[in-house]
């Protein structure tokens, strides 16, 4: 029966968790939710919980073979990761203040669990890892490609609408049964699960459970919204690109918690589609081991970049897609349906360092591919940006010249 087990633990996919740290007794415990392992288990795959202690971002590949990544509730993410107060400078210090006391519990930023939450993000993204991120795991994987957060989705979204729009995205006093209406887009994966639910709605709606006081603002240019709260919140989204689980291929966050949704008193779930994307997670993290198992693929471990260097590229991948954004809403300028934009986006965030000989071959392979409109728009496109570089730089060069000849 030993022997049986252990060659069963070999051939089921693994799929890393990493833990939440809390105070219990005076020492620190890690903890995961039950429902997640649950689920895991149920639908097939091995859980490996990854504990969240110091140095463990720099040991992520002694967890492999890893065939999938789950991610899941946790504090909240350290806003210098997404440039929040640059994006957005709509919260006063009392505002700031008044948020760390309504929600104390998830503003005491854990800079640990960042950094192994988003080289994991990373790393799926790199190697086409089956990843679903819930609550602040779907915050992590926008981060991680370059969106933005709201650092409090009342004081920065709500104040904005109208009264009938707004949302209340966590109750206290009532947490576990607290529940908001959710728009589901159709032709998503998400519409797929709970189309038996949403035949019988006029207006494709579910009510979803909501724990969260932070959420997606801006959202990462490689994904496509699911979901919508009637505030205008994002509540889910995808990678349409990297989306085939019977081919592994899964990269996806949901803002609310599915394998939550049942009644105080029950362990069903409110919907037959709660846990669905389990389930279809599962099966990519299945056919990912497959195929890596099939192609008898050598994993290479990825360039470990020092602190400099990290934050050089994550200032890149971020000044990529705002550029792309502030591009294509300037002027009333609509980008076409395929945006070349995208090509270099997803390339930047692929996280992969090439040289410069790789990087210009990959760039005219990429712009083979292009149309001649596409390729006028980006010729225009960084002709705009080289003048306003060098406009920039002239300006600068003219302040040193003046500072070092003086008066």
Same mark, same amino acid.
């Given at each position: 029966?030993?022997?049986?087990?252990?060659?069963?633990?070999?051939?089921?996919?693994?799929?890393?968790?990493?833990?939440?740290?809390?105070?219990?007794?005076?020492?620190?415990?890690?903890?995961?939710?039950?429902?997640?392992?649950?689920?895991?288990?149920?639908?097939?795959?091995?859980?490996?919980?990854?504990?969240?202690?110091?140095?463990?971002?720099?040991?992520?590949?002694?967890?492999?073979?890893?065939?999938?990544?789950?991610?899941?509730?946790?504090?909240?993410?350290?806003?210098?990761?997404?440039?929040?107060?640059?994006?957005?400078?709509?919260?006063?210090?009392?505002?700031?203040?008044?948020?760390?006391?309504?929600?104390?519990?998830?503003?005491?930023?854990?800079?640990?669990?960042?950094?192994?939450?988003?080289?994991?993000?990373?790393?799926?993204?790199?190697?086409?890892?089956?990843?679903?991120?819930?609550?602040?795991?779907?915050?992590?994987?926008?981060?991680?490609?370059?969106?933005?957060?709201?650092?409090?989705?009342?004081?920065?979204?709500?104040?904005?609408? &109208? #009264?009938?729009? +707004?949302?209340?995205?966590? %109750?206290?006093?009532? *947490?576990?049964?607290?529940?908001? $209406?959710?728009?589901?887009?159709?032709?998503?994966?998400?519409?797929?699960?709970?189309?038996?639910?949403?035949?019988?709605?006029?207006?494709?709606?579910?009510?979803?459970?909501?724990?969260?006081?932070?959420?997606?603002?801006?959202?990462?240019?490689?994904?496509?919204?699911?979901?919508?709260?009637?505030?205008?919140?994002?509540?889910?989204?995808?990678?349409?690109?990297?989306?085939?689980?019977?081919?592994?291929?899964?990269?996806?966050?949901?803002?609310?918690? &599915? #394998?939550?949704? +049942?009644?105080?008193?029950? %362990?069903?779930?409110? *919907?037959?589609?709660?846990?669905? $994307?389990?389930?279809?997670?599962?099966?990519?993290?299945?056919?990912?081991?497959?195929?890596?198992?099939?192609?008898?693929?050598?994993?290479?471990?990825?360039?470990?970049?020092?602190?400099?260097?990290?934050?050089?590229?994550?200032?890149?991948?971020?000044?990529?897609?705002?550029?792309?954004?502030?591009?294509?809403?300037?002027?009333?300028?609509?980008?076409?349906?395929?945006?070349?934009?995208?090509?270099?986006?997803?390339?930047?965030?692929?996280?992969?360092?090439?040289?410069?000989?790789?990087?210009?071959?990959?760039?005219?392979?990429?712009?083979?591919?292009?149309?001649?409109?596409?390729?006028?728009?980006?010729?225009?496109?960084?002709?705009?940006?080289?003048?306003?570089?060098?406009?920039?730089?002239?300006?600068?060069?003219?302040?040193?010249?003046?500072?070092?000849?003086?008066?």
């Amino acid at each position: 029966m030993a022997a049986a087990a252990v060659h069963l633990s070999t051939i089921l996919p693994r799929v890393l968790i990493v833990s939440r740290r809390t105070v219990r007794k005076n020492k620190f415990v890690d903890f995961v939710g039950e429902y997640h392992l649950d689920l895991i288990v149920k639908y097939g795959a091995v859980p490996i919980i990854v504990p969240r202690v110091s140095g463990i971002h720099k040991l992520i590949h002694s967890f492999e073979p890893i065939h999938g990544v789950l991610l899941c509730e946790g504090e909240d993410i350290d806003p210098s990761l997404y440039d929040s107060d640059f994006n957005s400078g709509d919260l006063s210090h009392e505002d700031l203040e008044e948020i760390r006391r309504a929600h104390a519990s998830d503003t005491a930023i854990d800079k640990e669990k960042d950094s192994i939450e988003l080289s994991l993000a990373k790393l799926c993204l790199d190697r086409h890892i089956p990843y679903l991120g819930i609550c602040r795991g779907s915050q992590v994987l926008n981060v991680a490609c370059g969106g933005t957060l709201y650092q409090d989705v009342e004081k920065e979204l709500e104040r904005k609408i &109208p #009264e009938d729009q +707004r949302v209340g995205h966590v %109750n206290y006093d009532n *947490y576990d049964d607290h529940r908001h $209406v959710v728009r589901v887009l159709e032709c998503t994966p998400l519409h797929n699960w709970f189309k038996e639910t949403l035949v019988t709605q006029e207006n494709s709606e579910i009510l979803v459970n909501s724990y969260h006081h932070q959420g997606v603002k801006r959202l990462a240019q490689r994904f496509v919204p699911m979901a919508f709260s009637p505030d205008g919140l994002i509540e889910g989204f995808y990678d349409p690109n990297t989306y085939d689980p019977e081919e592994g291929k899964f990269i996806m966050g949901l803002q609310f918690h &599915p #394998e939550r949704m +049942r009644p105080s008193d029950s %362990n069903d779930f409110d *919907y037959p589609g709660c846990p669905c $994307v389990y389930q279809e997670f599962v099966k990519a993290a299945i056919a990912y081991q497959k195929r890596i198992s099939n192609n008898s693929i050598n994993v290479p471990e990825l360039l470990k970049l020092d602190h400099k260097l990290e934050r050089k590229r994550r200032f890149i991948v971020k000044s990529f897609s705002l550029a792309k954004h502030v591009y294509s809403t300037r002027n009333g300028i609509k980008p076409s349906k395929e945006f070349e934009l995208d090509v270099g986006a997803d390339f930047l965030e692929s996280n992969t360092v090439v040289s410069q000989q790789q990087e210009t071959r990959l760039a005219r392979k990429i712009m083979e591919k292009m149309s001649v409109e596409q390729l006028t728009d980006l010729v225009t496109f960084y002709k705009t940006m080289g003048q306003a570089c060098s406009d920039v730089l002239d300006r600068k060069l003219y302040d040193i010249i003046n500072v070092e000849l003086g008066p």
